[in-house]
């Protein structure tokens, strides 16, 4: 994987948290997956296919995902339930539209799948073993949140 490849989703990342969430996420370590473990506690996921294949992951602990949902849909949130999910799942989808858009002014197009969203402590997602995953740390008030991008040319 290009490390330019994980550039439009970070741009993305950072224009849909401050236009619909009204967070400004602080841009924090690039960093290559080693492992497949996630260390929080809710990831939305969704494949890429086309002119480049793979998939993009939001990873976050259940306090930020409430805080974020609150913020999204305007209703608080005790536990993390079907709501949360799915917009958690549907601010990855505004990531992942956005920087689609970015990548068809280079002329990579590519087709999203609908996001899924897995739950709980130290889940994985398991990836083909011959492409590369890069991820972004972002900082939200005192908490963390992570995107991570494993994507391959189709050239």
């Keep these: 994987m290009k490390a330019e490849h994980i550039n439009p989703f970070i741009t993305s990342t950072s224009e849909v948290f401050r236009t619909m969430l009204s967070i400004d996420p602080v841009r924090g370590q690039l960093y290559v997956k080693s492992g497949e ?16 294949s793979g998939f993009v992951i939001i990873s976050m602990t259940e306090s930020l995902a409430l805080k974020v949902v609150e913020k999204f849909i305007g209703e608080k949130k005790e536990k993390i339930d079907d709501d949360v999910m799915d917009a958690i799942g549907e601010i990855l989808n505004m990531i992942a539209g956005g920087a689609k858009q970015i990548f068809s002014r280079t002329g990579t197009k590519f087709k999203i799948s609908i996001p899924n969203v ?7 997602v398991g990836k083909q073993k011959n492409v590369q995953c890069l991820g972004m740390t972002f900082k939200v008030g005192e908490e963390m949140f992570v995107i991570e991008v494993a994507l391959r040319d189709g050239n």
């Design 118 to 124: 897995v739950v709980g402590k130290d889940h994985v």
């Design 37 to 52: 473990k996630l260390p929080y506690d809710i990831s939305g996921i969704i494949g890429l296919a086309g002119a480049a």
